[in-house]
């Protein structure tokens, strides 16, 4: 197991020797090894613990925990991770020669911080200790502040000391309350804590929507989501921001009780933060500020799975992995266009790009697909809500509707948008040849995505998630 | 058999497959113009196995693990409805694949076509042979998916052909013309705001009994558990999916503006897929809930006297549409609308009447699917020939196009209910029920059937006589198609099988009673009320002294209103106000707070000059400061 997670983490360091197009066909493929991994440890329902360092009191062994939680979550990691890699190199060609810089030594610099980044992403849900996985939060802030604010667009180094600031609050709330919880349990280590305290799980929580984000201080992502290079905003938005959903869920797994004494609460604060980010999608002219207020709105279906019993944990996995892999796709589709047509984010500007670009907007309707869950993965996301919602709410009718209103709306923003963008009267562009690069790893995602609700990938993950989640919570909520 | 059944959902996706990728890559070749027949290929396999299932498969259920653990598993299921249906289907697909090489043969667009169009139909047979729920949404949400990408093929919006209404024509705030990117994105957002709340009924049904196999589940003790208002909330939750996918009021306005597809999807569209699954959905549960044992189940009673209003009432609402339209295609809509309420209304009078009434709903299924991809296929024809949407032509063009001629005049019979063809038998079947139903809910049943009846004749003569004998002018350009007649003429043939089927009692289920309802009194008076004003409107097509109706009827009652107006003012208006509220957020804490910060800072860093007279003057104010509290402390 350890092995398997060195594998990229070795790479970030070698990657930077190697020429671009070798440093990023290995970065791709250092990936993809432990994303196979995953697959095969959930086929297998492996639990792995393999401790590292025991530190003293009150932080706590550090080891690798590999159950199926984290085998699901890396999933998703790994598999964007490495097609982000891939998009990367035609990508940041195109950044570069815009911002006037030198491409091979450039890209050295950009190929280990964005492996930095996504390797520290994936040991984060790895991390058996909330210590090691405050770490590797830290990490991953870091190295996306500087991504951001080398290469991101706009007022890039404003807007990425805005991310940092706002993504730190968060990482220092969390930490406070990782140390509150060691003060009182004189340990970190997951299967050590006996109970969070309410100031602690308060801290937490508070941290974690911020990050998450939930309304209110979800004002930090659409700024950076949106001005951050195209391949870094498709690890951002994928992966990083539903990691405040996998802090939670592991605090969560351990000691449940505050979510579910403030169940209502948290409930009805998801819905109307995804039905506000919902809404906001609709005004948005810029395509990448756009799919930035689509997370806040998929990351609202967190929000509400949480309050919804085992099916509602499940179903934050699997909407955590749905949402990965389509605003993975859609924002490689945004950056598709920017690449061609020096720069377009406009939507205003497009309209029939169907016609220029046509695998791309196959690709993004592939992306809309996961968000609405249409076909994909997803499918079973908004099913266990569904069920998840009637085991814990019955039949109360405005939970409900509520509920059903949140998807609806998910689904009208994601084929609203695709109209405006690839459809109606083309804008009048030239088409161009678009680059194997820019489109083919969108498409492995999709197909993936889709394959995920067909068996055996289907049973694999479900099975393994029924396993996993229904038994820690079934034994009284103690964390293997 | 294990084989057989997957090939039968996967063999037309597979074989769309490369055009699809090959289209992308040599848009327009001649080598990729040649691919479709492949993909035809494809549908042809469906058709062979759907028709093998159909003769040889015993009834029952076959399973393929999919979910085990959860009890979740792809079960197909093989009884009377569904073989036939599948068949159904996959025939007409079949047909209108073979149709669509011809028709399709120079559009630019061809890989997205055939990809979407097999994959409809595939979506269609899951539905049809699925017994588990949440199977059977993966063929629903692919329907509306499919029905989306074909609806809005030809996205360029840039061909008048492909619109629906007068292009530029306004009413009020109302655009009455809609391009084709609108037609699809009607058609999803109306679909999807009756998927989800079915996706909720599918999960509670889950949730409360723990199987989603529509055959297995107790339906009754499932109501009577959660009694009359939850019965009736779970129930509509469910049903919302049919109703917006078979295109019930208020819904129907996708249905009349996905014409701006290619003819050949409205075809298939309107006779064997989509409109057709929420019937065949309805049906098939009630089929199961065994409604008619159900009369001591508090809130079954209401759930049904509910859909038979409704049904009803559409159907009345889309004969009076289809009396005042002149577009054939959207005609053609409002007419599948209509039927779908008969359909509708028939299957819900079950709960009193009995099965036999789902029997009758599902006949009248068969026979209006293949009556309207007849229909709709010579539609598409005459507007191929014409380079026109709105109706014309005159005996001149009947003659050189018999096939087309004589296959409208068969296919508007046999669906009008003109004896002795076979919507005859079948409308006689239910105005039996109807008239037995007067006793238990009283006669609003039976008159809106009867008017429905009568308008539907008269719509349906319109467009023969508007199309072929008393038209407008046109500009004819035949191109010599052989595939689109022979294609059309297959399908219209179907009707005299089933009328064979009806008149010889040889059907296991209808056995003899259609024959029976057909022969009384009150059926026969119908059949010649109908028939009357078939030939009325046949000689009469178009009043003129009428026509402001006309327009009002033929406008859909202003219901586009709802769609385009209402719906999205209300929506623009919250969002307008959360974007308000986003923006001070924002403003506060981007700019409001640090901006406050700094002028504090720049205030704070102002005492730090380094003149002794500030630190004096604060040393100063801190002992008055002190002198202050402490005489307040000593007071």
């Known amino acids: 197991m350890l092995e398997i997670l060195l594998i990229p983490l070795v790479i970030t360091f070698l990657a930077p020797l190697m020429r671009p197009k070798l440093a990023t066909a290995v970065s791709a493929i250092s990936f993809l090894i432990p994303f196979v991994y995953t697959i095969y440890g959930l086929a297998e329902n492996l639990v792995v613990k393999q401790p590292i360092i025991d530190i003293v009191k009150p932080i706590g062994e550090f080891y690798i925990l590999g159950d199926q939680i984290s085998f699901s979550f890396a999933l998703a990691i790994c598999l964007v991770s490495a097609m982000v890699a891939l998009y990367s190199l035609p990508y940041m060609a195109h950044r570069f020669e815009e911002m006037g810089r030198e491409f091979e030594s450039e890209y050295r610099k950009y190929i280990f911080f964005y492996d930095l980044y996504a390797t520290s992403m994936l040991w984060l849900v790895f991390s058996g200790n909330f210590i090691m996985l405050y770490i590797f939060l830290e990490i991953s802030l870091l190295a996306s502040f500087l991504l951001i604010y080398m290469y991101g667009y706009g007022d890039r180094r404003k807007v990425a000391t805005l991310y940092f600031i706002w993504t730190h609050i968060a990482g220092m709330l969390a930490l406070i309350g990782f140390l509150l919880v060691a003060s009182t349990n004189g340990s970190l280590a997951f299967d050590s804590i006996a109970k969070i305290g309410f100031t602690a799980w308060l801290l937490i929580f508070l941290g974690m929507i911020i990050k998450l984000p939930g309304l209110g201080p979800h004002v930090w992502l659409p700024w950076a989501h949106a001005e951050a290079p195209t391949p870094v905003s498709a690890l951002l938005s994928p992966l990083t921001v539903g990691l405040g959903a996998y802090v939670i869920l592991r605090a969560y797994l351990i000691s449940p009780w505050f979510i579910k004494k403030f169940m209502v609460p948290i409930f009805i604060y998801g819905v109307v933060s995804s039905i506000y980010a919902g809404f906001m999608v609709f005004r948005q002219n810029d395509y990448k500020r756009l799919l930035a207020f689509s997370t806040i709105s998929q990351m609202g279906y967190c929000l509400i799975a949480f309050c919804l019993g085992t099916y509602g944990i499940m179903a934050v996995i699997i909407q955590y992995i749905s949402h990965a892999f389509g605003k993975a796709i859609l924002f490689m589709t945004a950056g598709g266009i920017i690449a061609n047509y020096h720069g377009l984010r406009d939507i205003t500007k497009m309209g029939g790009m169907h016609e220029y670009v046509p695998t791309i907007s196959n690709a993004a309707l592939l992306g809309f697909m996961n968000l609405g869950g249409i076909l994909t993965v997803g499918m079973f996301g908004e099913f266990f809500i569904l069920k998840g919602l009637v085991d814990t709410f019955g039949f109360d009718v405005s939970a409900i509707l509520a509920v059903i209103f949140v998807f609806i709306i998910s689904g009208l923003y994601s084929f609203y948008t695709f109209k405006r963008i690839y459809c109606g009267k083309p804008a009048g562009y030239e088409k161009v040849k678009v680059n194997r690069l820019l489109d083919t790893p969108l498409f492995v995602i999709g197909v993936i995505s889709i394959l995920f609700i067909f068996p055996p990938l289907a049973a694999i993950l479900l099975n393994a998630l029924k396993a996993g989640v229904a038994k820690i919570l079934l034994l009284g909520g103690v964390a293997p | ?635």
């Open chain 2, 1 to 635: 058999m294990n084989w057989e059944i997957v090939l039968l959902f996967v063999a037309p996706v597979i074989c769309s497959l490369p055009i699809a990728f090959f289209w992308v890559k040599e848009p327009g070749s001649e080598r990729a113009r040649k691919l479709p027949i492949l993909s035809v290929f494809g549908l042809f396999i469906s058709f062979l196995i759907a028709i093998h299932i159909l003769l040889t498969y015993p009834n029952g259920t076959y399973t393929i693990p999919w979910l085990p653990d959860y009890n979740l598993n792809f079960v197909f299921i093989f009884d009377y409805l569904s073989k036939y249906m599948g068949a159904l289907t996959a025939f007409i697909a079949f047909m209108i694949g073979l149709y669509g090489l011809e028709y399709m043969k120079h559009d630019y667009r061809l890989g997205w076509y055939w990809f979407f169009f097999n994959m409809f139909t595939a979506s269609m047979l899951l539905v049809v042979y699925s017994d588990n729920l949440l199977m059977l949404l993966i063929g629903w949400e692919g329907l509306g998916l499919a029905s989306w990408g074909l609806i809005g093929h030809w996205f360029r919006d840039d061909d008048e052909i492909a619109y629906v209404g007068i292009v530029g024509r306004k009413v009020g705030p109302l655009k009455m013309y809609w391009p084709p990117s609108y037609g699809g994105w009607r058609a999803i957002s109306t679909i999807r705001v009756g998927d989800m709340p079915m996706f909720f009924a599918v999960a509670a049904i889950y949730a409360l009994t723990g199987n989603l196999n529509i055959s297995q589940i107790h339906w009754g003790a499932l109501f009577s558990k959660i009694g009359a208002v939850g019965t009736l909330f779970l129930m509509i939750c469910f049903l919302m999916g049919p109703f917006t996918k078979s295109a019930q009021l208020p819904f129907s306005e996708w249905l009349m503006t996905a014409m701006t597809g290619p003819t050949t999807v409205s075809a298939l569209l309107h006779s064997a897929t989509m409109v057709a699954a929420g019937t065949y959905l309805f049906i098939r549960i009630s089929w199961y809930i065994h409604p008619w044992a159900l009369h001591s189940v508090p809130g079954v009673e209401m759930l049904y006297y509910f859909v038979l209003l409704l049904g009803l009432i559409s159907a009345l609402y889309g004969a009076s549409v289809a009396i005042g339209c002149l577009e054939r295609k959207v005609l053609l809509a409002a007419s599948t609308m209509s039927s779908l309420g008969l359909m509708f209304g028939c299957a819900a009078a079950s709960y009193w009447f009995g099965k036999l009434a789902l029997i009758v709903a599902f006949w009248y299924l068969l026979t209006h699917a293949f009556a309207k991809a007849t229909l709709f296929l010579v539609a598409g024809h005459l507007i191929h020939a014409t380079h026109d949407r709105f109706c014309c032509g005159d005996l001149n063009l009947a003659k050189k196009m018999k096939t087309a001629f004589v296959a409208t005049i068969i296919a508007t019979i046999a669906l009008g209910g003109l004896p002795p063809l076979t919507a005859y038998w079948v409308k006689a079947g239910m105005d039996g029920i109807m008239h037995h139903l007067v006793e238990m809910v009283g006669s609003l049943p039976l008159d809106l059937l009867i008017l429905t009846s009568l308008l539907y004749s008269a719509f349906l003569a319109k467009f023969l006589s508007l199309n072929f004998w008393k038209g407008d002018k046109y500009h004819l350009h035949l191109h010599g198609e052989k595939l689109m007649p022979f294609a059309y003429a297959c399908v219209v043939s179907m009707v005299f099988l089933l009328l064979y089927r009806i008149v010889t009692g040889t059907d296991p289920l209808v056995e003899r009673h259609l024959l029976e309802f057909g022969l009384e009194k009150g059926s026969l008076i119908v059949g010649l009320g109908v028939t009357a004003t078939y030939l009325f409107a046949l000689v009469v097509p178009r009043i003129k002294a009428l026509s402001p109706i006309g327009t009002f009827l033929g406008d859909r009652m202003y219901l586009p209103a709802l769609n385009d107006f209402i719906v999205p003012s209300i929506g623009w208006a919250i969002s307008k106000l959360i974007e308000y509220t986003h923006r001070a957020i924002d403003w506060f804490c981007h700019f409001g707070l640090p901006e406050f910060m700094l002028s504090v800072s720049k205030r704070i860093r102002s005492i730090q000059v380094g003149y002794l007279r500030v630190y004096m003057k604060i040393a100063l104010a801190f002992v008055m400061a002190v002198i202050v509290v402490s005489m307040l402390g000593w007071l």
